[in-house]
């Protein structure tokens, strides 16, 4: 295997099964492969590299015993999952004050947070998802006006410009169109 394979962040499937079968190698990939982002987060809310380092220890730890649990189902991407359990461990850290404090109630304590964290960013994606559909059927021009305006921040101005209204009252009446038409479509997929 060579080098920038083996240090290449697993798969969520290679995760599992890696824990499952007792590989080391894979949580090594695993440790450092998501690593940056949680030191990035622990950095931006008043802890330091220490800090990071220990809680990423708790969340792998967190992530590897519900895997060996054997009741672990992955509804989300295994980098929002670890990356929740962290932000979790590191709030509750935060508030208490207080960082030797761990127990098994803390690790249920985090799991449920962590599962709850997990359902609000599926029904985000979720609506997003329904979102990306909607804008799909709703056909032009109003498609472009809404990308235009929400995705790519012009102003009416430009898209006036842009499709040749006599004036931006014309262009907001027409994306306000859009909308409607936009959240009829979002409302029935």
């Not at 559909?133 to 929400?150: M, V, W």
């Not at 410009?161 to 409607?180: I, P, R, S």
């Amino acid at each position: 295997m060579n080098n920038k394979l083996s240090s290449s962040v697993p798969t969520d499937r290679e995760v599992v099964l890696g824990i499952l079968n007792g590989s080391e190698e894979v949580l090594n990939r695993l440790y450092a492969g998501y690593f940056p982002m949680v030191l990035q987060f622990i950095l931006n809310n008043n802890g330091d590299d220490d800090d990071a380092k220990d809680v990423y220890q708790e969340g792998i730890i967190v992530v590897y015993n519900k895997v060996k649990s054997g009741n672990f189902e992955l509804s989300s991407k295994l980098k929002t999952y670890l990356y929740s359990v962290c932000r979790r461990i590191w709030l509750k850290k935060l508030a208490q004050q207080s960082k030797k404090t761990s127990n098994i109630a803390d690790f249920e304590d985090v799991v449920i947070a962590v599962d709850e964290d997990i359902e609000h960013h599926e029904e985000k994606d979720r609506q997003f998802e329904q979102m990306q559909a909607a804008l799909l059927h709703l056909g032009e021009p109003c498609k472009t006006i809404i990308q235009d305006f929400y995705i790519h921040n012009l102003s009416m101005q430009d898209i006036c410009e842009k499709f040749g209204y006599t004036n931006t009252d014309n262009a907001k009446t027409q994306k306000y169109k859009c909308l409607q038409r936009l959240k009829k479509l979002f409302f029935q997929t």
